[in-house]
């Protein structure tokens, strides 16, 4: 069976810093493009970032330069690494894997608050 498993989520002050981590298994994790989406309360699920087997990466324009997606494919796990976080990436996050039809992380919440 497919699992991700999305961790590293928390309360955190605006300009602070997280890293969120996604544990991927059932899938052939080394040719698969990885994505985390966001989505905030009365919002629409939201692509962040995405990485390609290759380490290719792409960034919403909310994020560029203050996120970034990467991937250790020995450990089977892509990160997030959150900096200057604003009140505005206040979401739940989750974990998606191009495998097959498609899979989903069961979501970590990020709130940035004073």
């Known amino acids: 069976q497919v699992h991700l498993v999305e961790s590293g989520g928390g309360v955190v002050q605006p300009g602070g810093s997280l890293r969120l981590s996604c544990v991927a298994s059932g899938i052939v994790f080394g040719i698969t493009p990885m994505r985390w989406y966001r989505q905030a309360p009365g919002k629409q699920r939201e692509l962040v970032a995405h990485?390609?087997?290759?380490?290719?990466?792409d960034y919403s324009d909310d994020v560029k330069g203050r996120f970034t997606i990467s991937r250790d494919n020995a450990k089977n796990t892509v990160y997030l690494q959150m900096n200057n976080l604003e009140t505005e990436d206040t979401a739940i996050y989750y974990c998606?894997?191009?495998?097959?039809?498609?899979?989903w992380g069961q979501g970590t919440q990020v709130t940035v608050s004073s």
């Open positions: 998606k894997a191009d495998w097959r039809s498609g899979y």
């Open positions: 990485i390609r087997g290759g380490g290719t990466t």
